[in-house]
Structures are given as C-alpha cells and as structure tokens.
C-alpha cells in the first residue's frame, strides 16, 4: 500500500527526462536562431552594402588627380594631372643625373 510520504521515482524519472529534452529544444532553437539572425545581418551589412559611396569616392578621387585645380591662390600654388607630375619628374631627374666620363 503507497502512503502519502512515498517518493514518486517513476514520475521524477519523467519530469527529469522531459526537463532534459525541454532544455535541449530550447538550446538548439536558440542557436538556430542565432545563426539565422546573423546569416541575415552578413548578408545585410557585407553582401548587399551600398557601392555608391565608394563608387563616389573612388570618381571623386580621380577627379581630383586628373584636373589642374588651385591649392592655394595666395601662395600660387597649383595641382596637376598626376600624369603630368610624373613625367616633369622625371624630366627633373634626367637632367640632374651626373655625367658620367
């Protein structure tokens, strides 16, 4: 005959196995859902990231290596083409090579 103070093993056994399965759901939904939630942020902030600030910049850039523009007016300083820069340079350092004999 059960009395009242008897311990139930067979219902904890239960309990304990379904809290373990519960926990272990619980644990690899979270996780899914991580890797889920950051695949989706990659794609949003790497993959399909805007170009058309670099895009400008990198046009903007050339510009402003391609195109004579002023650096300082009152000093009379001035920017070249950077073509241009590189071959005055080298004019520069052909003339000032010493000869040799």
Not at 10 to 24: H, N, Q, R
Not at 44 to 56: C, G, I, M, Q, S
Not at 79 to 99: D, F, N, R
């Amino acid at each position: 005959m059960a009395r009242y103070d008897d311990l139930h093993t067979g219902t904890i056994t239960l309990v304990g196995i379904v809290s373990a399965a519960l926990t272990f759901v619980i644990i690899v939904a979270a996780q899914v859902l991580y890797y889920q939630f950051q695949a989706i942020e990659h794609q949003r902030k790497v993959v399909d990231a805007p170009l058309v600030l670099t895009n400008e910049m990198i046009e903007e850039q050339q510009t402003e290596l391609n195109t004579y523009s002023w650096v300082d007016r009152d000093k009379g300083a001035v920017s070249i083409p950077i073509e241009k820069a590189m071959s005055e340079v080298l004019e520069e350092m052909k003339g000032s090579e010493p000869s040799e004999g």
